[in-house]
């Protein structure tokens, strides 16, 4: 092969002039995508982001649309049919008073749901106002807010959550209120910590020059630029509040009956855990399951956003 | 250093005055009359008789600076109004111990076993150990307490019989709430743990270290363990707080006599000055310990004290 390769002739004629066709090199194999499609094609790449995903649906389908499914009430006790294990026609079984889990589980689900949501929403409108002015105005206000949110994070959550609920009575509404009061703060410091940021960067700069006011900066620059990490933060709270919901309804300080939730339906199944465990297991497993889904939804949506983060 | 000691005791004091405070009038303002249970049946001259022992008959103001004057001169956290006779003080002296003690060795057996696992699974990141090790800890994270409780429980102590279901008195009795609170803090560790060592893994202090020729022990020892613990150190003063403030699920469930398991029952029982007391008793540690994680903080990474005095 060496030998040949020292015979070949290398002559004019083999070469050609390719030249720069214009427009070839502004044509674009791909379509040019979003941020958010962007995002959206990397998570789908995360079988288990998309996994959890999956789930995440597959529980929030079932917990709204189940009953209609099972066609039982979640408060109808049928004393014929006490302790049953799960079968054809109660699929989770019966509790104690004959009522069906599946149903009960379903309607406890909304419930615990809806407070995760519920919770989520006001730490999140909360904390990043606060935040945001924070950032934003800068001076004596950065300094109030911040020595606010350090005093009210330094305050003891369960505790709190425990005393307000107490005083205000065990109502959904004292729940979410006392389980938010407290929870602002993280979002308020990242939210002020990414405008800080960002503040400097050129493009706000030159929307300010242009001479867009602070509410148009706000919404239309910097919340964009921050919903990344915001929504990371909203997919890992919602379980974190569901979580708080079902300790204090299992100790007895949360949901209180006819109302329920997973954490209530759990608690109730804990006495009679040693004859019929199945009353304890279908709440724990959805606790567990929706934690978990969120839980990956969350990991995959934070690779997603950040790709560097992954090495 | 003296300076920023004075200013965060005198922070962490102005939180404690404003919890206190805060409590003593939602509890004060709380619907309804906290005494009328308990003297509904008695003639009237008996109801005067215990509104004046409990100091009801003043207004709330007078009653507030009394109880701040016996809470600084004598340390009197106030006598429960369900169960006469009993005070704040002999239930915290008689069972805040107990919580202390599974406390503890939960505690250690959660950093014990947690750190090293992250260490190691950070240092042998990517294989196959690791994988299973990151996918069992999700798992971890997602279940609640309560729930590992039931299937100990069940499977340990009602199946296999090799510890009692719940109880207190005797060493064996600390082997379920041991292992049900054990387990979830584990895994948390294990999740930081992991995380903070693979963000100093790669900094360019260790590729010097092992450019050098450090052994391998060294370089773990010397240059990552000492950098990747720093998030870590504050993450366990909440959680000495956290001994007495989220033990009381475990001790709900296996029936242990701790002060959180107390707490709920006078929570459950409106025994507002018992919930008052303790809950005082709680803000105090948790500010205690918070005050020492500041102070622990700028110890272990001096950049942060810098940072302080930059502002």
């Known amino acids: ?39 959206w094609r990397r998570f789908r790449k995360d079988k288990l982001a998309l996994f959890g995903l999956v789930l995440m649906v597959a529980i929030i389908a079932t917990v709204f649309l189940g009953p209609l499914f099972s066609g039982k009430d979640y408060k109808y006790m049928d004393s014929s049919v006490k302790n049953l294990r799960p079968n054809a026609q109660y699929w989770f079984g019966t509790d104690d008073m004959g009522r069906d889990i599946f149903t009960r589980v379903c309607y406890g689900g909304r419930i615990s749901i809806l407070i995760g ?17 924070a950032g934003l105005k800068g001076g004596w206000v950065d300094n109030l807010i911040m020595r606010f949110a350090e005093f009210v994070g330094n305050l003891p959550y369960l505790i709190i959550v425990v005393i307000l609920t107490m005083t205000m009575g065990r109502s959904i509404f ?18 002020r910590g990414q405008i800080l940021q960002l503040k400097e960067l050129d493009y706000i700069e030159a929307a300010s020059a242009l001479g867009a006011n602070t509410t148009r900066i706000i919404l239309r620059h910097l919340l964009p630029n921050t919903m990344g990490i915001i929504m990371v933060q909203v997919t890992m709270s919602i379980p974190g509040f569901i979580f708080g919901e079902a300790f204090l309804s299992y100790v007895g300080l949360g949901i209180r009956p006819p109302g329920t939730s997973w954490g209530a339906l759990a608690s109730a199944g804990q006495a009679r855990l040693m004859f019929h465990p199945h009353i304890l297991f279908f709440p724990c497993i959805m606790i567990v399951l929706t934690t978990f889904a ?18 | 250093m003296a300076k920023f000691i004075v200013k965060r005791v005198f922070y962490g004091l102005l939180t404690l005055f404003l919890i206190i405070t805060a409590t003593f009038f939602l509890i004060a303002g709380a619907p309804g009359d906290p005494i009328a249970a308990k003297v509904e049946q008695m003639p009237d001259r008996a109801q005067e008789v215990i509104r004046k022992k409990y100091g009801l008959d003043k207004p709330v103001v007078e009653r ?38 599974i406390g503890i060795i939960v505690l250690v057996l959660q950093v014990g076993i947690g750190i090293p696992l992250g260490l190691g699974t950070a240092l042998g990141r990517g294989k196959m150990y690791d994988h299973m090790i990151r996918v069992g800890n999700v798992l ?35 082997i379920l709430p041991v292992l049900a609170y054990t387990i979830g803090g584990i895994a948390v560790y294990n999740k930081y743990m992991r995380g903070s060592t693979l963000s100093v893994i790669n900094e360019d202090y260790i590729v010097t270290a092992k450019a050098k020729g450090c052994k391998k022990g060294r370089i773990v020892r010397k240059h990552i363990l000492r950098n990747s613990m720093i998030p870590i150190v504050t993450m366990i003063g909440p959680a000495v707080a956290g001994i007495f403030g989220s033990s009381f699920v475990i001790e709900r469930i296996f029936a242990i006599p701790g002060l959180g398991s107390y707490y709920v029952k006078a929570v459950s029982d409106n025994d507002y000055t018992m919930v008052l007391g303790i809950t005082i008793f709680y803000a105090m540690l948790y500010v205690a310990s918070l005050i020492i994680v500041d102070i622990l903080y700028g110890i272990v990474d001096p950049r942060i004290k810098v940072a302080g005095t930059e502002k």
């Open chain 1, 174 to 191: 004292a729940i979410v209120l006392a389980m938010s009061l407290t929870s602002w703060v993280g979002t308020c410091r990242m939210v």
């Open chain 2, 64 to 101: 507030y600076f009394i109880y701040m004057k016996n809470l600084i001169t004598t340390g009197d956290f106030g006598e429960s109004i369900i169960y006469t006779g009993k005070s704040a003080n002999d239930v915290i002296k008689a069972n805040a111990p107990i919580s202390a003690k």
């Open chain 1, 1 to 39: 092969m060496d030998t040949a390769r020292t015979d070949m002739v290398v002559a004019d004629e083999m070469f050609q002039r390719v030249g720069i066709d214009e427009e070839l090199s502004e044509h674009l194999d791909k379509p040019s995508l979003t941020y958010w499609a962007d995002v």
């Open chain 1, 294 to 311: 969120f839980h990956l939804v969350g990991d995959g949506l934070s690779d997603a956003l950040d790709p560097k983060l992954r090495e």
């Open chain 2, 140 to 174: 971890c994270i997602c279940t609640p307490s309560f729930v590992f409780a039931a299937l100990l429980q069940y499977f340990l102590a009602f199946k296999l019989k090799l510890a009692p279901v719940f109880g207190w008195g005797q060493p064996k009795h600390y």
């Open chain 1, 117 to 133: 949501f519920l919770c989520t929403i006001v730490m999140f409108v909360i904390g990043s106002l606060m935040g945001a002015l």
